[in-house]
């Protein structure tokens, strides 16, 4: 059974930074791409961020380019979303992503966690 396991979440004020993790059991880590997702209250879950299965490549929405960062530990079955800067407008419940290629379309994500709140106040 594939479990991922999100943490790292909070309430923070605005300009502060957040890491957030995903565990992931149950699966082949390293021959999945992983990613990130996010969804604020009354808004359809978004893109934010995919890692290649080999950590090498990586894609980003326009709105966390140079601030959040993903990374991947494939020792360790985790990916990483180190976010700085935080906004207002990053609220949201965060979801972790796993996948057989990179994608930003929701609907095709092979495998979901449960999410992470991140709240950001301004």
């Known amino acids: 059974q594939v479990q991922l396991v999100e943490s790292g979440g909070g309430l923070v004020q605005a300009g502060d930074s957040l890491r957030l993790s995903c565990a992931a059991s149950?699966?082949?880590?390293?021959?999945?791409?992983m990613g990130w997702f996010r969804q604020a209250p009354g808004k359809a879950r978004e893109f934010v961020a995919f890692i290649s299965r080999g950590g090498v490549s990586t894609n980003y929405v326009d709105s966390v380019k140079g601030r959040f960062t993903i990374s991947r530990d494939n020792a360790k079955n985790t990916v990483y979303l180190q976010m700085n800067s935080l906004k207002p407008e990053d609220t949201g419940l965060y979801y972790c992503?796993?996948?057989?290629?990179?994608?930003?379309?929701?609907?095709?994500?092979?495998?979901w966690g449960q999410g992470t709140q991140v709240t950001v106040s301004s």
């Open positions: 149950g699966l082949t880590f390293s021959n999945y791409a």
């Open positions: 992503a796993a996948d057989r290629i990179i994608t930003r379309a929701p609907s095709s994500i092979d495998y």
